[in-house]
Nanobody, 121 residues
Framework: QVHVVESGGGLVQAGGSLRLSCVAS????????MGWYRQYPGKQRELVAS???????NYADSVKGRFTISRDNAKNTVYLQMNSLKPEDTVIYYC???????????????WGQGTQVTVSS
């Protein structure tokens, strides 16, 4: 059984910062990549940022230069440092982990429940 749990969301003023954290736990053999998506009402979930086990990162154009993703492989944890936040960043952020467990022969994607980020103008 695998759990993916996010934390760190909240309310912040425009221009402010927040740091999201996400921990994967359970019968994990290895984690390939982890990252963050967000989903606006009526829209598909969109990638915000991802990071591989080797540290290769990928960002949505809308957050480049403002958000930084990092990872602690020893703790199965991924972070999203969000700076210069804008009201349009207001949405639920979902963490995911593409990982291999002791009962899987191929990696699978596990999702967290989401954490709300609200940026006031």
């Amino acid at each position: 059984q695998v759990h993916v749990v996010e934390s760190g969301g909240g309310l912040v003023q425009a221009g402010g910062s927040l740091r999201l954290s996400c921990v994967a736990s359970g019968s994990i053999v290895s984690i390939n990549h982890m990252g963050w998506y967000r989903q606006y009402p009526g829209k598909q979930r969109e990638l915000v940022a991802s990071i591989t086990s080797g540290g290769t990162t990928n960002y949505a154009d809308s957050v480049k230069g403002r958000f930084t993703i990092s990872r602690d492989n020893a703790k199965n944890t991924v972070y999203l440092q969000m700076n210069s936040l804008k009201p349009e960043d207001t949405v639920i952020y979902y963490c995911y982990a593409a990982l291999l467990t002791s009962s899987l022969s191929t990696p699978a994607v596990y999702w967290g429940q989401g954490t709300q980020v609200t940026v006031s103008s």
